[in-house]
């Protein structure tokens, strides 16, 4: 996965969104390994990245939320995981439509998210 990531960012420069999906799948990956802090400086690079991109990929967005979102959410960081879930769900519908497979995945994972908090 760094391989990949650094062979995307010689080919295509540090703030592209092909650069952003390789951050967000190693992101991912550190983040289910525990490594939590590793895990959130490259989800937030990545995200940060897609919020640049002038044509960023609604898909890759939202994914990158989602995944951010679930990592404060493993940390007890419930504002901030609910704010992103939120953005990621707004991101499937506006990508995928409101009726799409896809959102069923977000909302479960903001649901959870509400239920831990009561």
């Known amino acids: 996965m760094k391989r990949a990531l650094r062979i995307r960012e010689a080919a295509l420069g540090p703030q592209h969104g092909d650069v952003a999906a390789s951050l ?3 992101g991912a990956f550190y983040a ?8 959130e400086a490259t ?3 990545a995200l940060t990245i897609q919020e640049k991109v002038r044509d960023s990929n609604p898909f890759q967005m ?3 939320l989602g995944h951010l979102g679930a990592l404060y959410e493993a940390q007890g960081k419930v504002a901030e995981a609910e704010s992103l879930l939120e ?9 995928a439509g409101p009726e799409h497979p896809v959102l069923a995945d977000s909302l479960t994972n903001l649901g959870r998210l509400y239920r831990a908090r009561e």
Do not use: H, V
């Not at 289910?32 to 895990?39: L, M, T, V």
């Not at 953005?87 to 990508?95: F, G, H, I, P």
């Open 24 to 26: 967000d799948i190693l």
């Open 87 to 95: 953005r990621a769900l707004a991101n499937w519908e506006k990508a």
């Open 62 to 64: 939202a994914t990158a």
């Open 32 to 39: 289910s390994q525990g490594r939590y802090p590793e895990a």
């Open 43 to 45: 989800l937030k690079r």
